[in-house]
Nanobody
Framework: QLQLVESGGGLVRPGESLRLSCAASGFTLDYYAIGWFRQAPGKEREGVGCIGSSDGSAYYADPVKGRFTISTDNGKNTVFLQMNSLKPEDTGVYFC??????????????????WGQGTQVTVSS
């Protein structure tokens, strides 16, 4: 019953924007820290950012800081990743994941126990 479903990925040109959605079912998203991660072909999964439970503190990795923003819509049980000024190095499969019930979200993937299927983001001219 526990599920996270990402959507909103696609092909965009450098400098353009995308908004990814992560719809949760089987649990109340606001109770948990939620992380966003990405993985490029042949590379390890890396953290993008996260947000703590109950409008807790947010963290963003240096490569996306100032360009990406995480937000939530509790009525829709959905978390969003707004991605602006996209660069080719942002290309990869993006995943959302459920973490612990803490307001200060952890940065590392080992703290997250439930993952979505991922959505492809390609930034290319």
């Amino acid at each position: 019953q526990l599920q996270l479903v990402e959507s909103g990925g696609g092909l965009v040109r450098p400098g353009e924007s995308l908004r990814l959605s992560c719809a949760a079912s089987g649990f109340t998203l606001d109770y948990y820290a939620i992380g966003w991660f990405r993985q490029a072909p042949g590379k390890e999964r890396e953290g993008v950012g996260c947000i703590g439970s109950s409008d807790g503190s947010a963290y963003y990795a240096d490569p996306v800081k100032g360009r990406f923003t995480i937000s939530t819509d509790n009525g829709k049980n959905t978390v969003f990743l707004q991605m602006n000024s996209l660069k080719p190095e942002d290309t990869g499969v993006y995943f959302c994941a459920r973490g612990p019930r803490i307001s200060r979200c952890p940065r590392y993937s080992t703290y997250y126990n439930t993952w979505g299927q991922g959505t492809q983001v390609t930034v290319s001219s």
